[in-house]
């Protein structure tokens, strides 16, 4: 675990059905664990943190959520639009909508293009972070959209994302945070926007 900015911190482990590796991240202020998969050392490697709650950025992202649910009676919040996929399962979950604060100084945006429950959370620690779901990663140093094989009607996500990040371009951050790959803790803004320069937006 790498603390990437004060409060925020980063690790990868690699995840069992896609067998690559995937980036979690634990939130001291907030109390809350992003799309976590458990580190090396299993669940004694968050040691004294205080886990209230996981909050996951889309529905496939549960991972190792159930661990923290039951060492730390954290709460599970998921996007509203992804909770058929908890429905008649043992792990219980707390819906949250684009514009709720799911946890202290975090808010959800709508990206939604990828998938209808994929989101984005501007996190106000350190330097401000966007946290992307699966609408955006990191491959390579590089930020990129995800395969084609990986989406529906592609042309129309990328399209849909384009049209929306703008949007987020007028919050206040300079990290970016990936479910899938490396984040960048500062010149993020720059890197989100030069991305949206090179696919036409």
Known sequence: MNEIFPGVWHWTAEHPAIHTRVSSYYLEDAG?????????GGIDAFGDWQVQQVVLSCRHH??????LRDRFGARVRVPRNGLHEF???DLEVEPYDPGDEVAPGVVA????AIAPDDE???????PGALAFADGLHRMR?????????????PDTVRARTLAR??????????ALLFAHGEPIPSGGRDALAAFIRSQGG
């Open 32 to 40: 809350m664990a992003l799309d976590p998969l458990l580190p090396e």
């Open 62 to 67: 549960r991972r190792d959520s159930a661990a």
């Open 87 to 89: 429905e008649g399962g």
């Open 109 to 112: 945006h709508a990206l939604e």
């Open 120 to 126: 984005v959370l501007h996190i106000d620690a350190g």
């Open 141 to 153: 140093g590089e930020i990129a959209f995800m395969s084609d094989d990986l989406m529906d009607e």
């Open 165 to 174: 990040l703008p949007e987020l371009l007028e919050l206040d951050f300079d």
